[in-house]
């Protein structure tokens, strides 16, 4: 909704690389029956989020539909479609207003298209061997949705007696709702099931999701799989949430944590002692981690990918795809968007040709054709790999009995030599930028420019 947003839900959501804190918190290991049972079709996903107000010239549902064509040939498996509901008028931020203050949840905004429409889009999409997940605002409603005059009951108070937003927030736009009462948690499940029986969608990204109690989530996945398989992500960072309600979560941390690395010379180390906290300690192997490098909030009310990230960008997403998580490409990051885009006003992506849509098409090709690389416990585990400067130098393997990767990232601005010392190292590879086969093993040389990640993909024998 706005910048507080992001900086809130971070601060809520324990930064995880700051080990001490976040240990004492979730001193436990997580076995890996804490997950959710995930759909077929998820095990080797990739996420794209559509801003439809920005997505096309028309920012309409069916221009949208236009470009599903180049989408699945992008390779990308699950659309998320950010909220298409009316949008409240009482308190409206600019122009149009927030996507995130609902006026009726069961209905589509008319500057989009209609339920026709949407139900075209979704249809389209599944012809196309893809997914769609709806972004679901369960925490809050527009002030202007009926549910206030007719439920009043619904809503949470302040001191004064009065309805308000949601406590801590400046999302003057909309009012908190109150999970107490049983019946608002049966009308929003109810809403949630339309979608899913008399749309078709897949599943849903579920707003500010650590605002809304636990058990709710948990009901709700419940009455979602009687209907069909499908995928749930929270926009929130919090182990137990995997446990019966959602497949994915997001992972600010590690957003937070590369962003330190690329400008603020937090260096190999902390991107070893993330993935040595997050694999040990914290989360079930089957916990999809969402590794986004730019979502809405982040463009609107922070930075670009470009400014976010730096000379190291490409390798940040290089990491997002070879590491452990499943990846997220936010619109307009393969056309090599420049904009800060407007949140609450008509401010239509720039699509161009661009390199980094080229090396996302390849990277989930990568990822797509090499199990190893797949999410939570369908693909392998990262095994560190040491080598002679591991302050500069961070290495990884993951192989399982048919394929694997061995990936190694310069996460700094000069350029170095690394010998390979320690780890499973050995075999026969293809690197991924030249197509050249070569034999690593302890103590051969790799050598990197600045901010450079070099992936080697594992021949067989």
């Not at 929270?234 to 182990?239: L, T």
């Not at 293809?430 to 093993?441: C, K, S």
Request: aromatic share 12%.
């Amino acid at each position: 909704m706005m910048k507080l947003r992001t900086l809130a839900l971070a601060s809520a959501a324990c930064v995880l690389v700051t080990l001490p804190a976040c240990a004492q918190s979730n001193a436990n290991p997580a076995p890996d029956s804490l997950s959710v049972t995930h759909a077929d079709w998820a095990r080797d996903a990739v996420l794209y989020q559509i801003n439809l107000r920005q997505f096309t010239p028309d920012g309409t549902i069916t221009a949208a539909q236009d470009q599903l064509p180049r989408l699945a040939e992008m390779g990308v498996d699950i659309l998320w479609l950010m909220p298409i509901q009316p949008i409240g008028e009482v308190n409206r931020k600019g122009t149009l207003g927030s996507p995130y203050s609902i006026s009726d949840y069961t209905d589509v905004n008319p500057e989009l298209g209609t339920l026709d429409d949407i139900r075209a889009f979704v249809d389209a999409a599944h012809d196309l061997g893809m997914e769609v997940i709806l972004d679901w605002v369960a925490n809050h409603s527009a002030w202007d949705n009926p549910l206030v005059e007719d439920h009043p009951d619904w809503y949470s108070r302040n001191w004064a007696g009065e309805m308000q937003p949601p406590p801590g927030t400046d999302w003057s736009d909309v009012v908190d709702f109150n999970y107490d009462n049983p019946d608002l948690r049966d009308y929003m499940a109810g809403a949630m099931e339309f979608w899913v029986r008399e749309v078709g969608f897949d599943g849903f990204r579920c707003d500010v999701a650590g605002f809304v109690p636990l058990d709710f989530w948990e009901r709700v996945r419940t009455d979602l799989e009687a209907i069909k398989p499908v995928f749930m992500l929270a926009e929130w960072e919090q182990r137990d949430l995997h446990r019966h309600a959602f497949d994915a979560t997001y992972a600010w941390s590690w957003n937070n944590m590369m962003h330190d690395v690329a400008l603020n010379d937090a260096g190999a180390g902390a991107v070893r002692g993330y993935y040595l906290y997050e694999d040990a300690n914290a989360w079930p192997r089957d916990a999809y981690r969402l590794r986004y490098v730019a979502n809405h909030d982040q463009n609107s009310w922070e930075a670009t990918q470009f400014d976010r990230f730096g000379d190291a960008l490409e390798a940040v997403i290089a990491l997002s795809f070879t590491g452990t998580g499943i990846p997220m490409i936010y619109n307009g990051q393969e056309a090599g968007n420049m904009d800060q885009l407007e949140f609450f006003e008509r401010d239509p992506i720039i699509w161009r040709e661009h390199p980094i849509g080229d090396l996302y098409t390849r990277l989930i090709a990568l990822r797509r054709d090499t199990p190893a690389l797949h999410n939570g416990a369908a693909g392998a585990v990262m095994q560190p790999v040491s080598t002679s400067q591991d302050d500069q130098v961070f290495a990884f393997s993951r192989r399982d009995a048919e394929s694997g990767v061995l990936a190694i990232f310069n996460w700094s601005a000069a350029p170095v030599t690394a010998t390979l010392e320690d780890g499973p190292i050995a075999g026969l590879y293809r690197d991924f930028d030249t197509d050249d086969a070569l034999e690593l093993d302890t103590g051969s040389e790799v050598a990197l420019g600045p901010w450079q990640a070099r992936i080697f993909i594992a021949l067989s024998d």
